[in-house]
Structure formats: C-alpha cells, structure tokens
C-alpha cells in the first residue's frame, strides 16, 4: 500500500504496481478535469467581466477605421480633382483589406492582456 512518501511507493511488486500506477493514473486525470474546470471558469468569466470594455473598444476601432477610409476618400479625391482639372465628378473607389473579424480582434486582445 502507499505511504504518505511519494518516494516509497512501490512499483516493484505486481500487486502494488498494478494498484500504484492506477492511483496515480486517477490523480493525474483528477488533476487535468480541474484545472480545466477552474481555467474555463476562470477565463469564462473574465470574459463576460470585460464584455462592456472590449465592445467600447470594438466600437472605437471601427470609428478609427471609418475615419481612416473617409480621410483616404478625400485625399484620393483631391488628388484625381488635381490631374483631372475639367472633370466635373471623379468616381473613387476603396476596398477594405481588413479581412480580420472584430470579435476575433478582441479576442485575441483579451487573450495578449
């Protein structure tokens, strides 16, 4: 039988091998549901905790890149109005590279803090 040592525990003899590895086979996987219980329970509720500041900041960025688009707009617009003098209206077109969802962002914002 075990001892309180962790040095004494016998992995010699069957019986007692065959019991010890079994125990420590159930304690490692005793281990391993808890400390994912309390991780998930842990990083769950920070989650729900910090949901109000990641989506204020969502929002934030989102205005950030909306201002960056329109700025970009503009300056291509007065760029074509100066090459082209006597075109009335020049048609400008911007694509969103941004392929990278919010919810993914914040998430890996949350998960760097």
Known sequence: MPTVEREAMDLQDSVLR????????FAG????????????????TEWKNNSATREKLELELENQRQQKITERKRS????????HPNADTV????????????SLMSFAKYMAK
């Open 91 to 102: 048609e400008v077109t911007e694509e969103n590279n941004d392929t990278s969802s919010g």
């Open 76 to 83: 291509k617009a007065s760029q074509s109005k100066l090459k």
């Open 18 to 25: 065959l019991f010890n590895t079994e125990l420590l086979e």
């Open 29 to 44: 996987i005793l281990m391993r549901l808890v400390l994912e219980n309390t991780m998930f329970h842990v990083i769950d």
